[in-house]
């Protein structure tokens, strides 16, 4: 069975950073592209970022352009977010989402976890 | 970027009816490999998003038959042929054809 856990949301001051991972089981991380979707409370679902099964393409929203970084770690079945300069309009729902992406592929996320939430306040 | 508009955002519904939601893009979402990207995922409350549907019609595993979807270009449509109380939720239309984005989502309830 796929899952996705993600960690690390929590309360940081505007212009803060934080960290989020994402656990990965079920399936072999490293033959997929994978995928962080976030959701401001309330709120729609917005793209946020991609990144390649080995990591050597990174794809992000213009929003969060030179900001945030997503990275992996295949050997422990991981996924992150560094969240730099963070702002109020940064705050929501962060979901890891596995991405099928390639050819033949259908460039849908597949499978989420349960987010992980971000508040950002002073 | 593509917008993604759906109507309507609201949509209460009869147990055992149909119903039916539409998802228009600004531009066409044919790609360049002759695929239609178009896909649509629910979100029950208090769950995270699941794929439904994808490429237009094809339905993921596990997905009920009652749920289809059709559509071309710029204009598809999500049909559930009879609406039973587990598919309370917002429903969402995504393009992957030019990177992803996001209908607005519409609320589907019981009337």
């Known amino acids: 069975e796929v899952q996705l856990v993600e960690s690390g949301g929590g309360l940081v001051q505007p212009g803060g950073s934080l960290r989020l991972s994402c656990a990965a089981s079920?399936?072999?991380?490293?033959?997929?592209?994978m995928s962080w979707v976030r959701q401001a409370p309330g709120k729609g679902l917005e793209w946020v970022a991609n990144?390649?099964?080995?990591?050597?393409?990174?794809y992000y929203v213009d929003s969060v352009k030179g900001r945030f970084t997503v990275s992996r770690d295949n050997a422990k079945n991981s996924l992150y977010l560094e969240m730099n300069s963070l702002r109020a309009e940064d705050a929501a729902l962060y979901y890891c989402?596995?991405?099928?992406?390639?050819?033949?592929?259908?460039?849908?996320?597949?499978?989420w976890g349960q987010g992980t939430l971000v508040t950002v306040s002073s | 970027d593509i917008v993604m508009t759906q109507t309507p955002l609201s949509l209460p519904v009869t147990l055992g009816q149909p119903a039916s939601i539409s998802c228009r893009s600004s531009q066409s979402l044919v790609h360049s490999d002759g695929n239609t990207y178009l896909s649509w995922l629910q979100q029950r409350p208090g769950q995270p998003p699941r794929l439904l549907i994808y490429?237009?019609?094809n339905r993921f595993s596990g997905v009920p038959d009652r749920f289809s979807g059709s559509g071309a270009g710029t204009d598809f449509t999500l049909r559930i042929s009879r609406v039973e109380a587990e598919d309370v939720g917002v429903y969402y239309c995504m393009q992957g054809t030019l990177w992803w984005t996001f209908g607005q989502g519409t609320k589907v309830e019981i009337k």
């Open positions: 079920g399936f072999i991380l490293s033959a997929y592209w």
């Open positions: 990144i390649k099964q080995d990591g050597s393409e990174k």
């Open positions: 490429k237009v019609s």
């Open positions: 989402a596995r991405l099928q992406f390639g050819s033949s592929s259908s460039r849908v996320f597949d499978y």
